[in-house]
């Protein structure tokens, strides 16, 4: 059902009002009134007749028609008697401010599923929330203190955040920084209304063009992807900052709002994946929706610094360095534009960052230098700083950049050197990107780089049956044969009870004798591995491997004869279920050091071809598969056919497959070959 009338709601029901506005529960009556509400408000409270020039209602089955949406103001008890009588009559949503339910543990999820009931088909925001702030429409269905503000600016950025507090921080941070917001929702415990769900209904909201969420975790991660996915095909970017990076902050997310954390790798997968920028930091989750909104979007990773303080343009520059940009020196056309600014310092022209001090303040010459550098084939964006000259007269760099951010379609962007918070909120207001750190300057242009839209993969049409698989974990001979029946390419091998009898594999040269286990996942820790084993040897081999074996306490199911592969890269290749987001796959640098480097990139299922070359091109070991120091390149194509089919089986397999993993996968120059596997099935 449509949020329309929780979010635009022409009747607003306030049930708990208070006479007292200075009170939480008098707040929201004041605040709709304050913030220029002209649609119709019932104060619900029986033991008052009117609350300022407003009839006050003795109960929800009092009121005059069934309002649009109603805000809760009453503790649990009383909240679920309230969110059944508007439910009854009619109302189009509730909002429920009271905590106590999921995140206070399994009474209070008992009473958060009475709830939910008790409103039927009635859309419910919370509870544990602070309610939603629609600016655009100068709708207030909230309690945040954050409304006391004035002068709230509307923009064209949604927020939509799992915690209250957090809602009330990016408002009141927004408006002192000149930011314009759309609309501002806190979902709470999401009972019923939750992230996709807001993002779905911003999506087709005219006056949204960008996306911010505060993430504690997801409830339901399919539902995310699709909306998000949605939002990304419609160009509506999702920006997301995401707590619980941490052990204790995954943990107190959980606290919080009762939300499922998951594993902070996997939601990386799941951003990279669906295309949405994460916010590294707090702060951030506002500064790349600032520019964002402009529309503006470089066309490469080249940045131009104009400055007249040095020190701040290093700061910039450095900070472009450090998240991965190019500040290149500029093209000799533009050079010869800026010398002609400074006659008496020609050599700076050639630099960058561009040093106009010497040449004298003036707005002329800094309209005509950023004139300069957005002209540039060399820059795809620019940055100019506003030093503490700007304090005493601030139309000198505001001025400036106001005239030309319309000759470009470039990011323009600002750095406030001295602290200046009046001059940050002016640049802002009049659509200008500006920035009180120079970090900031350097993520934004980072997070602005072109990015796919995301290619989402089709589940397997069909599950395969899997009722002639046995269950638990199987051994290594059993693992592969299941690889190669998805089309992963295994080497060639041959079980043997003990080695008495005669092996051949069909061909010459050593080969790798194996211990043949399902209860030993890492062989060659306890010695069930050798080498370059000559084929007249594999039976000697076996007997004292077996000795070595049974004195470890472990019995061979049989041994493994296989090809001993040479060359090549050695890749991992395995499956992770995690217990909220679901399954994955994950590749990376293999081999006995896989743990060591850590060097992995990580999709979610379903992936198809699209995402298993993106996650070939992100590990540092692309480097090694392409070629390095004379080494031939591997296989790169196979590689990824082999991660599509892996996939594929993880996707066929669904809620059978606990876990899976070839470790090494050899890249050759030709072909990629499974050497060792394991598999566990539910």
Do not use: W
Request: hydrophobic share 45%; proline share 6%; aromatic share 4%.
């Amino acid at each position: 059902m449509s949020l329309e009338r929780l979010i635009r709601p022409r009747s607003v029901a306030v049930v708990g009002a208070s006479a007292d506005p200075a009170k939480l529960t008098g707040r929201p009556v004041a605040y709709l009134q304050r913030h220029g509400f002209t649609g119709a408000i019932y104060p619900v409270n029986p033991r008052v007749s009117t609350i300022g020039d407003l009839v006050c209602y003795p109960d929800v089955a009092s009121l005059p028609e069934a309002p649009d949406a109603a805000i809760v103001l009453l503790g649990p008890k009383g909240a679920g008697d309230a969110v059944a009588g508007l439910a009854a009559r009619g109302c189009g949503a509730a909002v429920v401010l009271a905590g106590g339910y999921g995140e206070t543990g399994e009474a209070g999820a008992q009473r958060q599923a009475k709830l939910r009931s008790a409103a039927g088909a009635m859309r419910v925001l919370g509870p544990n929330t602070i309610g939603l702030v629609n600016l655009t429409d100068h709708i207030t269905l909230s309690a945040t203190g954050a409304l006391e503000l004035a002068g709230l600016q509307v923009g064209r950025v949604a927020v939509v955040s799992q915690s209250g507090g957090i809602m009330g921080s990016l408002l009141s941070r927004a408006a002192d920084r000149g930011l314009g917001l759309s609309k501002l929702i806190a979902t709470g415990n999401e009972v019923d209304v939750d992230l996709a769900d807001c993002i779905e209904f911003l999506i087709d909201d005219e006056a949204t063009s960008v996306i911010a969420l505060y993430m504690e975790g997801l409830r339901d991660p399919g539902k995310f992807r699709r909306a998000a996915a949605r939002a990304a095909a419609a160009g509506k970017q999702l920006v997301v900052f995401k707590v619980g990076r941490s052990e204790f902050g995954a943990r107190s997310a959980v606290s919080h709002t009762g939300a499922l954390a998951g594993a902070d790798r996997m939601y990386d997968a799941l951003f990279r994946q669906l295309s949405i920028i994460r916010a590294r930091s707090f702060v951030d989750l506002l500064d790349i929706p600032a520019a964002l909104v402009t529309g503006r979007r470089p066309a490469g990773n080249r940045v131009a610094v104009l400055t007249s303080t040095g020190g701040a343009g290093t700061l910039v520059a450095d900070s472009c360095g450090v998240d991965g940009l190019d500040v290149p020196l500029p093209d000799a056309a533009t050079a010869a534009r800026i010398a002609a600014l400074q006659p008496d310092d020609p050599d700076a022209a050639g630099r960058n960052p561009v040093d106009v001090t010497l040449a004298g303040l003036q707005p002329a010459l800094f309209r005509t230098a950023i004139t300069a550098l957005l002209d540039s084939p060399s820059f795809d964006a620019v940055v100019v700083i506003a030093g503490s000259s700007a304090l005493a007269d601030p139309g000198l760099v505001t001025g400036a950049v106001f005239e030309c951010q319309g000759k470009s379609d470039k990011p323009l962007l600002v750095y406030v050197s001295p602290h200046a918070p009046h001059l940050v909120a002016m640049l802002n207001q009049g659509g200008v990107p500006a920035f009180s750190t120079p970090e900031s300057c350097a993520t934004v242009l980072a997070a602005m780089q072109p990015r796919p839209v995301p290619a989402i993969a089709s589940p397997a049409a069909a599950p395969l049956d899997t009722t002639a698989l046995p269950h638990g974990p199987l051994n290594e001979a059993e693992s592969k044969q299941l690889f190669a029946r998805f089309g992963v390419p295994c080497v060639r091998e041959l079980v043997v009870a003990n080695g008495d009898a005669p092996v051949s594999l069909g061909f010459d040269g050593p080969v790798v004798v194996k211990l043949l286990s399902r209860h030993v996942a890492h062989k060659s820790d306890v010695g069930g591995v050798k080498l370059g084993v000559a084929p007249a040897e594999v039976g000697a081999t076996c007997r004292a491997m077996a000795a070595s074996l049974q004195a470890r306490g472990i019995v061979p199911e049989g041994f493994l004869v296989q090809e001993m592969v040479r060359g090549g890269v050695e890749m991992i290749l395995g499956f992770h279920r995690d217990p909220q987001l679901g399954g994955a796959v994950l590749l990376g640098l293999g081999g006995v050091t896989a743990e060591l480097f850590d060097d992995v990139a990580i999709r979610l299922l379903p992936i198809g071809r699209t995402d298993a070359e993106a996650m070939v091109g992100e590990l540092k070991a692309h480097k090694l598969l392409t070629g390095f120091r004379g080494a031939p390149p591997g296989d790169i194509a196979a590689l990824v056919d082999a991660v599509v089919a892996f996939a594929a089986m993880a996707d066929q397999l669904g809620d059978r497959l606990v876990e899976a993993e070839i470790n090494p996968l050899f890249v050759l120059p030709q072909g990629v070959r499974a050497a060792d596997g394991l598999v566990v099935l539910a």
